[in-house]
């Protein structure tokens, strides 16, 4: 299974503007800047949709995790906050904070936790994060 998102820049950094479009056509040419990624601008950026990824990856891998030991999930709310940071080296995804408030009839504390921690640490996005990243680069003349 593939799936896939793109793209376009056009412009310098500060001054430049660009559209990501996704292959379900969900989004498309969703606007980002600059000032969406690094100020309070109108549209997206790239930190906005790993969160959102890894919000809706989470959630679904928890419930898969509640549902192997038998228990039903009513409801799986998940935020995912993604801190970007300045560093030496330029600017670093730091951290992903998830926090999230579920419904699960039957379920303690110790098992929800147990099923919680298998999600976080089994579901794909979080996995990606620490993938191996291959790529193919042409300059167009």
């Given amino acids: 299974m593939k799936r896939t ?4 820049w056009q412009g310098e950094l500060k001054g430049g503007k660009g559209t990501i479009s996704t292959g379900s056509g969900l989004l498309s ?6 000032s969406t990624r690094f100020e309070n601008g109108v549209g997206t950026n790239p930190e906005e949709l790993i969160a959102a990824a890894h919000a809706g990856c989470f959630s679904m891998a928890l419930s898969a995790q509640l549902t192997n030991v038998g ?25 992903v904070h998830l926090n999230v408030v579920a419904k699960v009839p039957g379920a303690d504390q110790a098992a929800f936790e147990k099923a919680a921690q298998a ?8 996995k990606v994060l620490k993938a191996n990243i291959t790529m193919d680069a042409k300059l167009e003349a």
């Fill in 5 to 8: 998102a793109s793209a376009e």
């Fill in 29 to 34: 040419n969703a606007q980002y800047s600059f």
């Fill in 71 to 95: 228990l039903k999930p009513e409801s799986i709310k998940t935020e995912a906050t993604v801190t970007m940071e300045k560093q030496d080296a330029g600017f670093a995804i730091t951290a």
């Fill in 119 to 126: 999600a976080k640490e089994g579901c794909p996005v979080s």
